[in-house]
C-alpha cells in the first residue's frame, strides 16, 4: 500500500485508484478532481468543502465563471485544514472576487503540506490591494511551486511589487505570475 501510495502521490490522479477493490480501499479520496461545472451554489461548494476527506493529497477545483465571490473565497480558504493537501488547482477565473476575497485565499499560507499551488484569479476585481493579500502566500513554508494568473484584475505597480516579494517564500523554486492586461508598465 505504501508503494501505490507514492506512485499516487507522484501522479497525483484519482486514476490509480479506480483499477480494482484494493487500490481504491487504498488511495479512494487521496486525490479528488472536481470537473467544471455551470453553476456552483454555494451551499453546494461549502458542502463539498465540508465533506473532503482529511487524507486528501491533491485538489483540482474548476469554478470558473460560477461567481462565487468573496464568500465563496472564504469556504475556499478552508481547504487550508487539510492536513494532507500537498497540491491545490483553483480555477477562479471571473468570479467576482475582491480584495476580501484574495485576502481569503492567501490564508491557504498556512497549510502546511501544501507544495504546489495553482491559482487563476483572471477577471476579477482584485486591483493592488487585492495583489498585496496575495503576496502574503510568500510566508507559505512548504510552498515550492506557485502559478498565479491575475489576468485583467486591475493590478498597478504597487501590486506588481508586492507580488514580486513572492519570489521570497522560504522553500519556493518556481513562480509563475501571469498579468497581463494590467495597469503593469
Do not use: M, Y
Not at 39 to 55: C, D, F, R
Not at 75 to 88: G, M, S, Y
Not at 119 to 145: F, K, P, V, Y
Request: with cysteine.
Amino acid at each position: 500500500s505504501d508503494v501505490l501510495g507514492c506512485i499516487a502521490n507522484f501522479t497525483q490522479s484519482a486514476l490509480l485508484s479506480q483499477v480494482c477493490r484494493t487500490t481504491w480501499e487504498v488511495l479512494g479520496g487521496r486525490h479528488v478532481a472536481l470537473p467544471k461545472r455551470r453553476e456552483v451554489p454555494l451551499a453546494l461548494l461549502a458542502a463539498t468543502v465540508a465533506h473532503l476527506e482529511p487524507a486528501v493529497c491533491s485538489l483540482a477545483l474548476d469554478l470558473t465563471g460560477n461567481r462565487i465571490g468573496d464568500e465563496g473565497a472564504h469556504v475556499l480558504a478552508r481547504l487550508q485544514h487539510l492536513p494532507q493537501l500537498q497540491a491545490l488547482s483553483l480555477q477562479l477565473f471571473h468570479n467576482s472576487l475582491g480584495v476580501p476575497g484574495a485576502q481569503a485565499l492567501a490564508d491557504l499560507r498556512t497549510c502546511h503540506a501544501l507544495h504546489t499551488l495553482t491559482i487563476d484569479l483572471s477577471n476579477n476585481q482584485l486591483g493592488d490591494d487585492g495583489a498585496q493579500a496575495l503576496a502574503g502566500l510568500r510566508e507559505a513554508r512548504a510552498l515550492r511551486t506557485l502559478s498565479l494568473a491575475l489576468r485583467n484584475c486591475h493590478i498597478g505597480p504597487e501590486g506588481a511589487t508586492a507580488l514580486a516579494e513572492l519570489r521570497r517564500a522560504p522553500a519556493l523554486e518556481v513562480l509563475h505570475l501571469e498579468l497581463r492586461n494590467n495597469g503593469v508598465g
